[in-house]
C-alpha cells in the first residue's frame, strides 16, 4: 500500500528518533518556524493616575515579573512570599545555606566559595524572553554546555554495548551511519517510490550521504565509520601519523542498545544549543528582579493563609512569624503551585478549586558533589556537558564554568518521576552513597574519591514547592482555561499557566498575560 509523506516520515522517526525525522524534513524542504507575538508592557499614561494596589502571591519568577511590570505603569505592588529569598523554585545553593524538607532532614551546604548548584532551572534556551529579562536587568550570561560529543550515553542491561561508557560521538555516528545507510538502500531500491517523487528520492540520498558519512552507491552506500566521526583508537598526530579508527559496533548490537534513543533531546525546541546560565548562579535573576523591585515590597516569611475576593478587592491573610496579619488590595495575582494555591481556605468558586486542583506535580531530584579535583577534564577530557544513562542518576551535568580549576560541583543526578522519588525517600547522606555508586560504573573509581560536599534537593519534599513543576490531564478540555480568565479580582500566573511549563519563560509570558489582562481592565474603566 502507498503510504503518504506524513506517514514515511512517521516509520523515520520510529526508527531513528526525532533528530532523524527532522532532518529529512528538512531536505525535503518540510520545516517551518512560528514565532512568540511580541509583548506590550502596560504604561504609566494608560494608567492616567489610576493608583490601585496589587498583592501578589509568591516572589517566584511569576511573582517577580508580574510586580516588576506593574510596577512599570505605576500600580503599588506588595508581594507576599513564605520563604526568605526570591525566586521560588529558582534556587541557587552555596555554601551557608541550610534547608529543611518535610521529612525533618536538615543540610547545611559546606561548598567551598564559589562553588555552587542550581538546584531547580539551570539552563535558558537562547529564544527564551528569560535572556531579555537578563539583558534589561543586568544579569551577566555565559554558555551552558547542553551538548558534548565527548560526554557519555550509558545503559545497564543484557546487549553487547551494555554496561560500558560510550562518548556520544560514537554512537552517534553509528546510529545516523546505519540509519542513513538502510534509508539510502531502501530508497535506491524503490520501495519509497510510492511517498518520494525521483527529485525527492535524489535530494534524500543526497542528504543521507553527508548525515551519516555513508558510502556511495557503487560502495552499496555501506557505514563503515571510516572518517573518524566516531572517535580514534589513535589519534592523528604529527609526522606520518594518520590516526586510527576503530570498526563500528554491529548494527543490530547499536538498536538493541538503545544507545541512539537519546539523540532527539539535542533538536527539542527548548534543548537545542546555544544554551546560557548567569554567571554566578541562576539565583543572579530574582535578586535582580529584587533589587529592581525594591526588598521594601517584598515581604519574606510571609506564608498566606486565606485569600478572598470582597466587594471592594481582595483580602489576604498571611502568618508572619507567630502573627497573623490581613493585607487588603484592588487585585491579587497568586503565583502559588496550583496544587497548593487550592489547599488555602478561600471562596473562590468550586470550579477554580477543581481547576487547581487538576494539576499533577512532577518530582526531580538533584544533587551537587563538589570534587577537590576536576577529574573529568583531567582524566576524561570531558568539559561541560552531560552524560545521559538508563541509571536511576539519569543525567550527570559536568560543570560549564571554572574550567581548568582546582575544585568543580558536578550534578551527580538529574532525575524525575520514579526515579526521583526512590532518591527523594533515602537520607541526603544516603542519597551522596547511592549516586557515587552509580557514577563510578560510568567513570570509575574516581567518581567516587575526592569529594569535598555535596547537597541533594527533592522537591516534592521542599516546602511551598512540593513538587519540581505541574503537568495537566488535559489543556484544551476547559478546565485549565478556567484559570486563565480573573475570578473576580484574583488573577493566576505561574509557568503552569503556559505552554512552557517547567521554565522560566513560562512564568514570564503567563506572569505577562495576567499583568496584561489586569492593566487592560483597570485601564478601560
Not at 529569598?85 to 559546606?110: H, I, K, M, S
Not at 545516523?176 to 539510502?184: D, I, P, R, S, T
Not at 533531546?265 to 554567571?279: I, K, N
Request: one cysteine or more.
Amino acid at each position: 500500500m502507498a503510504q503518504t509523506r506524513r506517514q514515511f516520515l512517521q516509520q523515520v522517526g520510529i526508527t531513528g528518533g526525532a533528530g532523524v525525522m527532522y532532518s529529512t524534513m528538512s531536505a525535503l524542504g518540510l520545516t517551518g518556524v512560528a514565532e512568540t507575538p511580541a509583548y506590550a508592557a502596560p504604561s504609566r499614561v494608560e494608567l492616567n493616575g489610576r493608583g490601585k494596589h496589587i498583592v501578589i502571591l509568591g516572589a517566584g519568577i511569576a511573582g517577580l515579573t508580574s510586580a516588576y511590570e506593574l510596577l512599570k505603569a505605576g500600580y503599588k505592588v506588595t508581594l507576599l512570599e513564605a520563604r526568605n529569598r526570591p525566586g521560588g523554585r529558582n534556587w541557587t545553593v552555596r555554601g551557608g545555606t541550610v534547608e529543611t524538607d518535610l521529612a525533618g532532614n536538615t543540610q547545611r551546604a559546606t561548598f567551598s566559595p564559589g562553588q555552587y548548584m542550581n538546584a531547580g532551572p539551570a539552563r535558558l534556551p537562547q529564544h527564551h524572553v528569560t535572556l531579555d529579562y537578563c539583558r534589561e536587568l543586568g544579569v551577566a550570561i555565559e554558555p551552558f554546555v547542553n551538548q558534548n560529543a565527548d560526554a557519555y550515553l550509558y545503559r545497564e542491561g543484557t546487549t553487547a554495548l551494555s554496561n560500558k561508557p560510550i562518548r556520544h560521538r560514537t554512537a552517534k555516528a553509528d546510529v545516523y551511519g546505519y540509519v542513513a545507510e538502510m534509508l539510502a538502500k531502501a530508497t535506491d531500491q524503490g520501495a519509497l517510490d510510492g511517498q518520494l517523487t525521483g527529485t525527492d528520492k535524489q535530494a534524500l540520498i543526497g542528504f543521507l550521504s553527508s548525515f551519516g558519512s555513508i558510502g556511495n552507491k557503487a560502495a552499496g552506500f555501506a557505514y563503515t565509520g571510516a572518517d573518524g566521526r566516531r572517535g580514534y583508537e589513535i589519534e592523528p598526530g604529527a609526522g606520518m601519523e594518520g590516526g586510527t579508527t576503530a570498526a563500528p559496533y554491529a548494527l543490530s548490537d547499536v538498536f538493541a542498545s538503545g544507545v541512539g534513543n537519546y539523540f532527539s533531546f539535542e533538536f527539542g525546541w527548548d534543548q537545542a544549543m546555544m544554551m546560557f546560565q548567569p554567571s554566578g548562579g541562576m539565583d543572579r535573576i530574582p535578586y535582580a528582579f529584587e533589587k529592581a523591585i525594591g526588598q521594601e515590597k517584598i515581604q519574606y516569611g510571609a506564608e498566606v493563609t486565606g485569600l478572598r475576593n470582597t466587594t471592594a478587592g481582595v483580602e489576604v491573610t498571611y502568618r508572619s512569624g507567630t502573627r497573623t496579619r490581613i493585607i487588603s488590595a484592588d487585585y491579587a495575582i497568586c503565583t502559588l503551585p496550583p496544587h497548593l494555591a487550592a489547599k488555602v481556605p478561600s471562596n473562590l468558586p468550586t470550579p477554580i478549586i477543581e481547576a487547581l486542583k487538576y494539576a499533577r506535580p512532577t518530582n526531580a531530584g538533584k544533587i551537587g558533589i563538589e570534587y577537590g579535583r576536576r577529574w573529568w577534564e583531567e582524566d576524561h577530557r570531558i568539559y561541560g556537558g552531560i552524560t545521559n544513562s538508563n541509571l536511576d542518576t539519569v543525567n550527570t551535568w559536568y560543570p560549564s564554568t571554572g574550567f581548568h580549576g582546582k575544585r568543580g560541583t558536578v550534578i551527580g543526578y538529574y532525575n524525575t518521576g520514579a526515579n526521583a522519588n526512590v532518591y527523594g525517600a533515602l537520607t541526603p547522606a544516603a542519597r551522596l552513597e547511592r549516586a557515587l555508586m552509580q557514577g563510578t560504573k560510568i567513570h570509575g573509581d574516581v567518581y567516587g574519591k575526592d569529594v569535598k560536599a555535596s547537597f541533594s534537593v527533592n522537591w516534592l519534599g521542599t516546602k511551598y514547592s512540593e513538587g519540581a513543576w505541574v503537568g495537566w490531564p488535559s489543556q484544551t478540555d476547559g478546565i485549565y482555561a478556567r484559570l486563565l480568565d480573573a475570578t473576580g479580582n484574583i488573577y493566576f500566573a505561574g509557568d503552569h499557566l503556559s505552554h512552557a511549563i517547567a521554565w522560566q519563560h513560562g512564568a514570564m509570558v503567563s506572569a505577562r498575560a495576567a499583568v496584561t489582562a489586569l492593566h487592560s481592565r483597570v485601564t478601560s474603566r
